[in-house]
């Protein structure tokens, strides 16, 4: 089949000026037979014209040039297409990019688009609202939250976002039902992955995988915060999957195709690192083989 990509770059992802990602696409794709071009990416995430394009001119791979929230919502508006999607990480975590092997260097990143393999990739509904990466309830949604509030991105504002939001950070009470048992847990955060990090590296499920038809839920149970930065530290090099008894104080990581969180405190939500409306209950479920992403 002949190819024909559509490269949707989020001016404002990350850091700077994205005009050399621009100059580099062009660049990379001038010296091959590969019809493309480039759009810029919408704020509202309605991308209907870009369906038509796939229906009416053949377009075979929409590539994403942006963070996770905007992999989020071109992914979660075009995944029914057939269409295959490529990533060019220039988000301010790129926690998808990273958890796929993806590059992060432009270059290497359009190389591995034209070279590399259309796999099918899990994601989740929450309520219903898609995720591909990883969501989650409490501590990190706040920080998301804040950050969005900043005039600058990047990976030093998140974390001064990190530390004040953990300098005043709070409990949350949730009922969970996962893997036909229930308990009320006093929690930091929880957070649902089907990727394995929040992103910079930064892994926070260490068994998670884009295949496997299973989410992964970790939660931070309420410890004093000098022994949850020690538990954390242990969950990155560990990351034991286990039906722990919730008394015991301590992180919590589960695997499971669905769950159910009553959220009694109105823990502030983010999907896929973008801050979304909280509710007070939510089912979580996974979507096997949602999508299909070009990978090594």
Same mark, same amino acid.
């Given at each position: 089949?002949?190819?024909?990509?559509?490269?949707?770059?989020?001016? +404002?992802?990350?850091?700077?000026?994205?005009?050399?990602?621009?100059?580099?696409? #062009? /660049?990379?794709?001038?010296?091959?037979?590969?019809?493309? #071009?480039?759009?810029?990416?919408?704020?509202? $995430?309605?991308?209907?014209?870009?369906?038509?394009?796939?229906?009416?001119?053949?377009?075979?791979?929409?590539?994403?040039? $942006?963070?996770?929230?905007?992999? @989020?919502?071109?992914? =979660?508006? !075009?995944?029914?297409?057939?269409?295959?999607?490529? %990533?060019?990480?220039? =988000?301010?975590? @790129?926690?998808?990019?990273?958890?796929?092997?993806?590059?992060?260097?432009?270059?290497?990143?359009? @190389?591995?688009?034209?070279? $590399?393999?259309?796999?099918?990739?899990?994601?989740?509904?929450?309520?219903?609202?898609?995720?591909?990466?990883?969501?989650?309830?409490?501590?990190?949604? /706040?920080?998301?939250?804040?950050?969005?509030?900043? &005039?600058?991105? =990047? !990976?030093?504002?998140?974390?001064?976002?990190?530390?004040?939001?953990? %300098?005043?950070?709070?409990?949350?009470?949730?009922?969970?039902?996962?893997?036909?048992?229930?308990?009320?847990?006093?929690?930091?955060?929880?957070?649902?992955?089907?990727?394995? /990090?929040?992103? @910079?590296?930064?892994? +926070?499920?260490?068994?998670?995988?884009?295949?496997?038809? *299973?989410?992964?839920?970790?939660?931070?149970?309420?410890?004093?915060?000098?022994?949850?930065?020690?538990?954390?530290?242990?969950?990155?090099?560990?990351?034991?999957?286990?039906?722990?008894?919730?008394?015991?104080?301590? +992180? %919590?990581?589960? /695997?499971?195709? #669905? *769950?159910?969180?009553?959220?009694?405190?109105?823990?502030?939500?983010?999907?896929? &690192?973008?801050? #979304?409306?909280?509710?007070?209950?939510?089912?979580?479920?996974?979507?096997?083989?949602?999508?299909? !992403?070009?990978?090594?």
């Amino acid at each position: 089949m002949t190819r024909r990509i559509i490269f949707l770059l989020n001016p +404002i992802a990350g850091r700077g000026n994205k005009s050399p990602v621009r100059d580099i696409i #062009e /660049q990379q794709m001038a010296d091959t037979a590969v019809s493309f #071009e480039i759009q810029a990416t919408l704020p509202g $995430g309605d991308y209907q014209h870009i369906r038509h394009k796939i229906v009416s001119e053949g377009v075979t791979d929409v590539v994403i040039a $942006g963070g996770d929230g905007t992999i @989020n919502s071109v992914v =979660g508006c !075009l995944r029914d297409t057939g269409v295959n999607f490529g %990533l060019i990480p220039c =988000g301010s975590g @790129n926690g998808l990019a990273f958890c796929a092997g993806i590059p992060k260097h432009p270059v290497k990143a359009i @190389n591995l688009i034209l070279s $590399g393999t259309a796999l099918p990739t899990d994601a989740f509904l929450i309520n219903d609202k898609f995720s591909c990466m990883l969501s989650g309830l409490g501590f990190d949604a /706040q920080v998301a939250h804040d950050f969005a509030l900043q &005039g600058k991105r =990047g !990976l030093f504002t998140y974390v001064r976002q990190t530390y004040s939001n953990f %300098l005043k950070a709070r409990t949350y009470n949730f009922d969970v039902t996962i893997n036909n048992a229930s308990f009320s847990t006093d929690a930091f955060f929880i957070s649902v992955a089907n990727s394995n /990090q929040f992103g @910079n590296r930064f892994t +926070i499920a260490p068994k998670a995988s884009l295949t496997d038809g *299973l989410l992964d839920i970790v939660i931070v149970q309420k410890m004093n915060k000098p022994y949850m930065l020690l538990a954390i530290l242990n969950q990155i090099r560990k990351g034991k999957v286990s039906q722990s008894n919730v008394r015991h104080k301590g +992180i %919590l990581y589960y /695997q499971t195709p #669905e *769950l159910h969180i009553r959220n009694h405190d109105f823990a502030p939500l983010h999907i896929d &690192g973008d801050p #979304e409306i909280t509710s007070d209950a939510f089912r979580i479920r996974v979507l096997p083989a949602a999508f299909r !992403l070009i990978r090594p």
